[in-house]
């Protein structure tokens, strides 16, 4: 795992004038409408909604809305504490036993810099895998960019709700058990280095952080994906990491909107870094046939 972990859990490249936009129209290949892709960033406020121009129409114009996740697959409480189980570290794993006391100790650092203020200390969070405290860690710096995140009013799901209050279908491109095994069952070892790496390059991991949501903000996709797989510091991502991670994925869920497309207009929201690069959902789109262009600011 590496230093650009935050970027894949958190929520996942070679021209940057083409790929500078968040919206994209997907049409020909035999589709009687054109079906639409968003880029998110699942940390962004809700309110970005109505900064990206052409949006609202877009969801306006299609049948359905899809996302990674179906809405309620996500936020209901079942699905939380699906999710929170997959978090918990098996009692052999806790933090306390896969971190060296010198590691622990620069973990519990960062977890009193960003956590401390909420009364929330690192012995609360021992049961947790690395990954699931990385997650936690990597919202706090979110936060920083996006001071008016909400947990409850997610980009991502708020695109979705917008499309219920105008009576379109509704659906994910994965299940929740399908995102579990994608983000949170790397080997633990592996997840324990990847924290401690975050911690104690914690400056530098917030800078990327920053830069990340300022090149999103700018819809610079080219940008964003490059501070996933080329970053100017740290080590690159593994092949087999970002398969995991983003091609795999991408190419499942172009499987999927290829089945879906042809019957219905489709709105699809997924994060920023499954769109550009050789196996970007954009990319693929063009080699099975479709024409897939930026919305005009």
């Known amino acids: 795992m590496n230093r650009r ?4 859990v958190a929520m996942a490249v070679f021209a940057v004038a083409a790929w500078s936009q968040l919206l994209w129209k997907v049409e020909g290949n ?12 699942h940390f962004a406020p809700a309110a970005f ?4 121009k052409g949006l609202n129409d877009a969801i306006a114009s299609c049948d359905a809305v899809y996302g990674e996740l179906h809405k309620d697959s996500l936020m209901s409480e079942a699905a939380q504490q699906k999710m929170m189980r997959a ?4 009692a052999d794993s806790t933090l306390d036993r896969v971190l060296t006391p010198e590691q622990y100790a620069v973990v519990k650092r960062v977890v009193d810099k960003y956590l401390g203020a909420y009364g929330v200390q690192i012995e609360y969070l021992n049961m947790l895998k690395p990954v699931g405290l990385s997650s936690q860690l990597e919202a706090m710096q979110a936060q920083v960019c996006f001071p008016d995140f909400d947990h409850d009013a ?3 799901v708020m695109v979705q709700k917008k499309g219920a209050s105008l009576g ?3 659906g994910g491109l994965e299940t929740l058990d399908d995102q579990i095994q994608a983000l949170f069952m790397s080997p ?8 401690y790496e975050m911690c104690a390059s914690d400056d530098e991991f917030q800078e990327a952080v920053n830069e990340l949501s300022a090149a999103y903000i700018n819809e610079d996709l080219d940008g964003m994906y490059r501070l996933i797989v080329e970053p100017d510091k740290g080590s690159v991502p593994t092949e087999e990491e970002l398969e995991a991670l983003i091609w795999g994925r991408n190419r499942k869920w172009v499987e999927k909107l290829k089945v879906l497309m042809p019957q219905m207009s489709v709105m699809t929201c997924v994060g920023s870094g499954h769109l550009p690069g050789e196996q970007g959902l954009i990319n693929l789109l063009r080699k099975a046939g479709y024409t897939v262009t930026a919305v005009s600011k």
């Open 5 to 8: 972990i935050f970027v894949f």
């Open 30 to 41: 035999g589709l009687s409408k054109p079906s639409y892709l968003m880029g998110t960033h």
């Open 49 to 52: 909604i109505d900064s990206v």
């Open 87 to 90: 978090m918990v570290a098996p």
């Open 154 to 156: 997610q980009i991502d």
């Open 168 to 170: 379109k279908l509704l």
């Open 188 to 195: 633990i070892r592996v997840q324990a280095e990847a924290l």
